[in-house]
């Protein structure tokens, strides 16, 4: 495998999602701030009356409540993405974060029945991708592991464990 995770002998191995998946979700949301901003000015040039409008219109995109979502925006998932781990064993797929309290999720490879491997525009941009893990049962999950610099190496890895745990009695147990 690349990227420093452990070769496919070894029992398991964890990974960190990259800190550019907290720019990603940044841009993201400073596109949409931005697009709601300039909805009003849009509006009323389109409405004819432009020029009186323009004024307050502009102040509101300095104001106060255009910062602190960009601010915000910024800084929380950059904090969430540094507690954050991703581990891969034997056993299946868990996400392990801890900021404020503890929080883990885990997905046993008998479980998981789809691998998503995605990328937006801004995700190509800055070289990460997404992988989710989606699980079936009646405590069925998703996993998202945002922020991985190349997926397709883990993608193939959980596709390998899913098949050598696959199996009919596995499909209905504990169901």
Request: proline share 5%; aromatic share 6%.
């Amino acid at each position: 495998m690349t990227d420093g995770w452990l070769p496919a002998s070894e029992p398991g191995f964890a990974l960190r999602p990259s800190l550019l998946a907290a720019a990603s979700i940044f841009a993201k949301l400073v596109s949409f701030i931005a697009f709601l901003l300039a909805l009003p000015l849009i509006v009323a040039v389109l409405a004819g009356n432009g020029a009186a409008i323009l004024g307050s219109v502009i102040a509101a995109q300095f104001g106060l409540f255009a910062v602190l979502p960009a601010i915000a925006g910024l800084l929380l998932p950059g904090i969430r993405l540094l507690a954050t781990r991703y581990e891969l064993d034997d056993e299946g797929v868990r996400i392990h974060s801890s900021i404020i309290a503890r929080s883990d999720q885990r997905v046993p490879w008998d479980k998981v029945t789809l691998l998503v491997q995605q990328r937006s525009l801004v995700d190509r941009a800055l070289g990460i991708e997404t992988l989710t893990v989606i699980a079936y049962g009646a405590r069925g999950a998703t996993l998202n592991l945002v922020g991985l610099r190349d997926a397709a190496p883990l993608r193939d890895y959980a596709a390998r464990k899913m098949r050598e745990s696959a199996s009919v009695a596995g499909l209905f147990a504990n169901d």
